[in-house]
């Protein structure tokens, strides 16, 4: 069921224009990303591009169509989601969302809620995460069928955890399926079952596509809208680009005929679902819109998530001695589509986030690499490829990511999430490699930072704030959270701005505030590089602009 009022309101907040303008922008403290001129007064835009950055003094006389002042805002260059799903931002605005859900209690709620003002149809929904509720002080109390089925009685029920990798069903819904206690899982998922050996409700990693039919299936208009609300959240948060995470191939053109129409306001670089691997590595790498939508990279997955106990791990759960995890794929599989790849100049971007997944898939990768020579791939060396999460690492296995190279693909809001639990699942001795930021960027490894949302709430105060505060949004850290983990602002500032454009293959032109460079540009009311940690999250965007168009400005 999509809400049609939220979407309404949201269309209301942002409005921009697909003319390039010329822009004099001025009035705040300008962060450049150049180590050797890191400030300036003055920011000049023509025709899309960046024709001055420094002192006011300097800045060379010409009729400027706007002067943009900041009022003292702070800013910097265009802040890129290294790591998103487009769609899931977007849906989230137009459909049951739990996140933030104190308890089942509250959770079911908004569900009892949902199901009384949309009183057809299948309820669809995602966003809990049951790790700080009061009913899991004992141990994780994930939702159930039963819960489902008090909170909104006979109605086809399917809410996803926050991170993704789980779903909860309700009885109407697992018996549309056909799922009772004989259905045996699929590789690499698991459908959890009580002492009586009935389902739960809760189907983690592949078994969700059990009911895969059971959601109700968009039709174009809808999607487009979803689309369009989730591009209006990020501009709004202050995001110049999204790297677009298993971004749905049948999606492709739909994406790229909104970049034609001018609705993609903001810079896109997909990479896609398996099912467009083959399609995309025969006609190559795509771009529309002067590259405002790029398709280059395949998304994988090696395993699951931490918190639905699927990461894949060497040594079991610390919680759950009877289980390491789930492996999504094998090498036997993986590698010739990866040597697919690399013939065909596509970018690979695989998720790993247990220890065994991370060093699989390096290791995979480096088998692949070796079948495939540079000389038979058109990108030569410089392939890029990257692991994304990269959360739980042995340390004995960070020399991957500098040897091969590996790019590492972290969103840190995850580490003041995870901080909850992360200790139960994996026993103190395993953190040493959990969320190792720092490790990696001493070493030379490019880190680039996302969010993951619609997991996180995907802000990019909260990710830079993770990045350097290594604490909760009250400021806790909990007992020995390798706070040597957290990066400096210099190196964060770069995990959202100059590191994302370069595994997007674009440094050259994005990342920094240089003559010649692309206008992406970010404005926060908050300074990053001088402010109390605990004030970061607390500020907000008061500018975004993409190839010098203003798509967001506060009010």
């Not at 959990?434 to 949302?453: F, P, Q």
């Amino acid at each position: 069921m999509i809400r049609p009022l939220a979407l309404a309101l949201l269309l209301g907040s942002v409005a921009w224009s697909a003319a390039a303008q010329e822009l004099l922008i001025r009035g705040g403290t300008i962060y450049t990303g150049v180590a050797e001129r890191p400030t300036a007064e003055v920011v000049l835009v023509q025709d899309g591009r960046i024709a001055y950055v420094g002192p006011a003094s300097g800045a060379p006389e010409v009729e400027y169509a706007e002067t943009l002042d900041l009022k003292g805002a702070f800013l910097f260059p265009g802040f890129t989601d290294g790591h998103a799903h487009l769609d899931g931002i977007g849906w989230r605005e137009l459909t049951l969302n739990l996140e933030g859900s104190t308890s089942v209690v509250d959770a079911m709620a908004r569900l009892t809620a949902w199901a009384a003002a949309y009183p057809e149809g299948p309820i669809v929904g995602r966003g809990w995460i049951e790790t700080r509720w009061p009913e899991s002080a004992n141990g994780a109390r994930f939702l159930t069928a039963a819960d489902l089925d008090a909170a909104a009685p006979g109605r086809v029920v399917l809410l996803g955890r926050a991170d993704g990798h789980a779903v909860v069903a309700s009885t109407p819904a697992l018996l549309a399926a056909g799922i009772d206690a004989s259905t045996v899982a699929p590789s690499g998922g698991e459908i959890l079952k009580g002492p009586d050996g009935k389902p739960t409700g809760l189907l983690v990693d592949a078994a969700e596509q059990l009911v895969a039919g059971l959601m109700p299936q968009a039709d174009p208009a809808a999607l487009r809208e979803a689309y369009r609300a989730g591009f209006r959240v990020e501009a709004a948060y202050g995001w110049t680009g999204v790297h677009f995470m298993s971004a749905p191939w049948k999606d492709i053109p739909l994406l790229e005929a909104m970049a034609e129409a001018g609705e993609a306001p903001l810079r896109i670089y997909n990479s896609v679902t398996p099912d467009g691997a083959a399609a995309l590595i025969a006609g190559g790498p795509r771009s529309v819109g002067d590259g405002r939508i790029i398709t280059r990279a395949i998304k994988y997955y090696a395993d699951g998530a931490l918190g639905s106990r699927g990461a894949a791990l060497f040594e079991p759960y610390a919680d759950r001695p009877d289980t390491t995890g789930l492996m999504q794929i094998t090498g036997a599989e993986i590698v010739p589509l990866y040597e697919a790849a690399l013939r065909g100049g596509i970018q690979i971007a695989t998720h790993a986030i247990g220890d065994r997944g991370n060093a699989s898939v390096a290791q995979w990768y480096d088998q692949a690499l070796r079948e495939v020579p540079p000389a038979y791939r058109p990108n030569g060396q410089d392939v890029r490829w990257r692991i994304e999460h990269a959360q739980i690492l042995r340390p004995s296995d960070y020399h991957w990511f500098k040897d091969l190279p590996i790019i590492a693909s972290m969103q840190p809001s995850h580490a003041i999430g995870d901080l909850y639990f992360a200790p139960a699942r994996l026993g103190d001795a395993r953190l040493d490699g959990a969320y190792a930021w720092h490790s990696l960027v001493d070493m030379g490894v490019v880190v680039v930072g996302g969010s993951d949302a619609p997991v996180e709430r995907g802000a990019p105060l909260i990710e830079f704030y993770a990045a350097v505060a290594r604490s909760d949004l009250e400021g806790n850290q909990g007992p020995d959270w390798r706070p040597n983990e957290a990066v400096d602002r210099a190196t964060a500032l770069k995990m959202f701005t100059l590191w994302p454009a370069y595994a997007s293959f674009r440094e050259a032109e994005l990342g920094t505030i240089e003559v010649g460079k692309r206008a992406d540009l970010t404005a926060f009311n908050v300074d990053l590089m001088t402010a109390p940690f605990a004030d970061i999250p607390k500020g907000k965007a008061t500018l975004t602009v993409v190839d010098g168009v203003v798509v967001y400005r506060a009010d």
